[in-house]
């Protein structure tokens, strides 16, 4: 399972209606977590715009970035490169560069499943485990 930005902040902040869900598929999930360095780079200004408590925030992802439970991807030139091409592939979608690492990412390790509220996962073919 991908933990995409939006998830992740469901999972982190408990006064959004979808954290007990993202709790819930977080923990039960028997899956490898994966994350990659553009979703953590997110992370950060999300939670700062939402006014969540920001010392608790970079714990967090500090935790993320310890944890055996979940595999970082560090976006290197080939990935970035990647997700690019596949922005420059469909003009028509309002994808961000994340979500095109994202994408880039779950095809190269084979995942299908995405911690996200983000239709755009769902018009590339892969499975929004969150209601928007």
Known sequence: MLLDTSGLVCYFDRSDYRHPEAVQTFRSTTSKKVVHSYVLAEFIPLCRSRRLDMGKALAFAKELLESEDVAVVWVDEQI?????????????????????????????????EALTTDRHFEQEGFTRLLEP
């Open 80 to 112: 970035h490169r990647a997700a690019l091409s596949l922005l420059v592939e469909r003009p028509d979608k309002t994808y961000s560069l994340c979500d095109a690492v994202s994408f880039v990412v779950m095809r190269l390790l084979g995942i299908t």
